[in-house]
């Protein structure tokens, strides 16, 4: 594998990472199931592409999809909680209105901003790489979050969205408001999600309607990784669990494309990724079994 | 004991990766398409095929290496990244999101893409006729210039060639640009009449009766969709009415001119031949496909007043009755 390979693999990893990062809130902590994801990533990427088009500040453009991503989980949540759809089914709706939406907002099926300032510019200009620049700035943005959500988990108000997760009756009758939990946890997630999709479009030079197909299934894969690489040790290993676990699919992803080596062709490329993802699921557990066995002899 | 499996794992991925064959002293050529179906397929081995014409065989000095992102924009991402640091001699991208990919991945590799509909409005070249930079290749917009020619050909006095198009469609108003600037270069006029619904365009066509001596249909939704009314003009003023796509010709336009995928990929083959021997792909025009299949139906020539010429009736891959 290359430098630019290698990087470009930890650098998708990373933007995913925010993707990991809001399945896990939606998941784990607060035990919805939200297919949001595969609507608000590609209306994250779609916000931010057209307002950079359109003359924006990056940064501005940046938040206005963070924004979009938290509204679009809004969406779901009040589906959900004011109208009693199924979460699964409310997250549906939700993420197939988005992809109209997203058509909307950009107008056509795909916004290119390979020739504009994005957050990332001025980076360039200071003597690194951009394969190498890239990732430490999509790095930044993920530590940040990181510290910022286990900052939040461990405050009143995410005690509460926790405990939300775990009990909602024993929860309400501490005299948690769920509804308000769930609604803000969901936005928060989907806010994420839409933050990842204008980092991607930012890194990547493209805003495409066909960014979001998947989004979930990638997200999840990286959270249950990361889980299995990073043992549960408080809430900031939790999170770094999810970035870790993102590298390491992509990082899979790369070792699959590069799988022809070995007699296998371009349309595997699917089965090899599900297939070394699996293995990386299974191997500790076997581990496991065989330590249990031999304590048991 | 899991993360140190982990890290084997990642030992293995890395030691996996490291195998990437290429040709001692040939030339290595990377192909990659946003997903793999018929028609993109077609454009794949066209650029292989005409690469063989042009002297470096696939296996014998040429190494050529195809990946597909199954339709996904991430993965796209990640092979163009792959690419880049592969560092081929030229990288030819398939289709717009493959094409953005790559050129975001890389600012000095050679890169010859194909089949971007918009390569300016993708922001992939800065130009058609001077890109500059590292990249060139083959649009897939309607062979428009082919199309002018086609009208000249069956009716020689043509100058002036009306257009009815919603203003809305994107498509469509890149398209027109295109056609403007066709018809600039054989000495046409083109006169627009725009329709921003479906209900518009019968009257826009009757406004441009008079005033021009052909109509062309482009690529537009709103148009193609309410055909019928347009093409009744046509027959009323005996105004032949020429399309973009042979769908129309099938509903009663004279006559297009349409590529087939395969030919695309042959032209951007040729070119990425000339990247081989050494051109600079920024000093390449991007190229529009060519087409050469000929549709054309005698009905409706005979209903709008034209006679069809023999050059053309030969030529014809298929003649609707």
């Keep these: 594998m290359s430098d630019i390979a290698f990087f470009g693999a930890v650098e998708i990893g990373l933007v995913y990472a925010l993707v990991a990062l809001g399945v896990f809130l939606s998941f784990r902590v607060l035990d919805f199931p939200d297919l949001t994801v595969d609507g608000s990533f590609p209306l994250g990427a779609a916000v931010a592409a057209t307002l950079i088009v359109a003359g924006a500040n990056p940064w501005a453009a940046t938040l206005a999809a963070v924004l979009a991503g938290a509204g679009a989980g809004l969406v779901t949540a009040v589906l959900n909680l004011r109208f009693h759809i199924l979460h699964l089914l409310a997250s549906i709706l939700t993420m197939i209105a988005l992809f109209s939406i997203n058509l909307r907002v950009m107008g056509r099926p795909n916004v290119a901003i390979l020739m504009q300032d994005t957050v990332l510019t001025p980076f360039y200009g200071l003597g690194l790489p951009e394969h190498i620049v890239r990732p430490l700035l999509v790095l930044a943005f993920v530590a940040v979050t990181v510290l910022l959500l286990a900052w939040f988990l461990s405050t009143e108000a995410g005690l509460a969205m926790r405990a939300t997760g775990v009990n909602a009756r024993m929860a309400r009758a501490q005299g948690i408001d769920t509804g308000r939990q769930v609604g803000f946890g969901i936005a928060l997630s989907n806010g994420l999600v839409g933050l990842a999709g204008a980092l991607f479009a930012q890194t990547n030079g493209f805003a495409d309607v066909t960014t979001g197909m998947g989004t979930i299934v990638v997200g999840l894969a990286a959270v249950i990784v990361g889980e299995t690489v990073l043992p549960l040790k408080g809430m900031v290993w939790a999170l770094a669990a999810c970035v870790v676990g993102s590298i390491l699919y992509r990082l899979a992803v790369q070792f699959a494309l590069s799988a022809d080596a070995i007699g296998l062709q371009a349309s595997d490329l699917n089965l090899v990724t599900a297939v070394l993802v699996a293995v990386a699921l299974i191997l500790p557990r076997l581990k496991a079994r065989r330590k249990t066995r031999r304590a048991a002899a | ?321």
Excluded: C, W
């Design chain 2, 1 to 321: 004991m899991m993360r140190v499996m982990a890290g084997a794992a990642m030992a293995l991925a890395l030691a996996g990766g490291a195998v990437s064959v290429q040709a001692a002293d040939g030339k290595t050529v990377a192909i990659t398409a946003i997903v793999e179906h018929p028609a993109l397929d077609a454009v794949r081995d066209g650029v292989i095929a005409a690469l063989d014409q042009a002297g470096y065989k696939a296996g014998a000095g040429l190494t050529i290496e195809f990946q597909s992102a199954q339709g996904n924009p991430a993965t796209a991402a990640q092979i163009a990244r792959r690419f880049a640091g592969m560092k081929p001699d030229v990288i030819v991208p398939i289709a717009t999101p493959s094409a953005q990919a790559v050129a975001a991945a890389t600012r000095d590799l050679p890169v010859v893409f194909s089949v971007v509909t918009d390569p300016v409005g993708a922001q992939i070249v800065k130009s058609l006729d001077a890109p500059g930079a590292n990249i060139t290749g083959v649009s897939d917009m309607a062979p428009v210039a082919d199309h002018l020619a086609l009208i000249k050909e069956i009716v020689p006095a043509a100058t002036r060639v009306g257009v009815v198009f919603n203003p809305g469609e994107t498509n469509s108003v890149s398209m027109i640009k295109v056609l403007k600037d066709a018809a600039a270069k054989s000495g046409m006029t083109v006169v627009e009449a725009a329709a921003p619904k479906s209900a518009d365009v019968q009257t826009a066509a009757r406004s441009l009766v008079g005033k021009v001596d052909a109509v062309y249909v482009p690529l537009d939704n709103t148009v193609v969709s309410a055909l019928e009314g347009l093409l009744a003009v046509g027959v009323q003023s005996k105004l032949p009415v020429f399309s973009a796509d042979s769908d129309s010709v099938a509903r009663g336009a004279v006559a297009t001119i349409g590529f087939n995928y395969r030919q695309v990929g042959e032209q951007t083959g040729a070119m990425v031949a000339r990247v081989l021997k050494g051109e600079k792909p920024g000093a390449i025009p991007v190229e529009m496909a060519r087409g050469s299949d000929l549709v054309v139906n005698a009905k409706a020539a005979a209903a709008m007043g034209v006679t069809l010429p023999d050059s053309v009736t030969k030529r014809a891959s298929k003649i609707l009755p």
